[in-house]
């Protein structure tokens, strides 16, 4: 079983290599169903950013990940935070919320805009993320708006979701 405490997990920037202990914690962690999210369509269309997407590993493997990708909201260059995935075994050790810090503080080092993001306000709001300036953003699909999250946007959001 892949347990381990949260000193034994090492965060690191995603490599090509990576690819199908990705893919196996994904379908892990969320199943089939994550084919069909209004997420999925965004990374159908949106630009990696391998440079900003981290996984987390112990001497078991890979254990959780996070990915960063370049769109457009309206006339605003954002990025797009999902998935984060963390293997059920490592839920309670607080890696999920490390993966999405590094991924934002490697954007801000970087100078990059918002980040827009699907997910459980309660849990992203730890990290600064809020609906406050996402009622204008206009997904490629049906999405709860109270779900629609961006941290670092110096305004309104306003737009569809572009590449």
């Not at 079983?1 to 892990?28: C, F, K, Y």
Request: with cysteine; net charge positive.
């Amino acid at each position: 079983m892949l347990q381990a405490a949260p000193s034994e997990v090492t965060l690191r920037p995603e490599t090509p290599g990576d690819a199908a202990a990705i893919e196996a914690l994904l379908n892990h962690a969320f199943g089939p169903g994550r084919f069909v999210k209004v997420s999925e369509r965004v990374r159908e269309f949106a630009r990696f950013r391998p440079d900003l997407s981290f996984c987390a590993e112990t001497a078991d493997g890979m254990v959780g990940v996070v990915r960063l990708w370049d769109i457009r909201i309206g006339p605003t260059p954002a990025l797009f935070l999902g998935p984060l995935a963390v293997h059920s075994a490592s839920r309670l050790d607080g890696l999920g919320g490390r993966l999405v810090e590094r991924a934002g503080a490697s954007a801000d080092a970087l100078g990059e805009g918002p980040i827009l993001l699907v997910g459980d306000p309660p849990y992203f709001a730890r990290f600064g993320y809020s609906a406050e300036a996402t009622s204008g953003v206009r997904l490629p699909g049906p999405v709860d708006p109270r779900r629609v999250l961006a941290r670092g946007a110096k305004g309104p959001l306003t737009g569809p979701v572009r590449a």
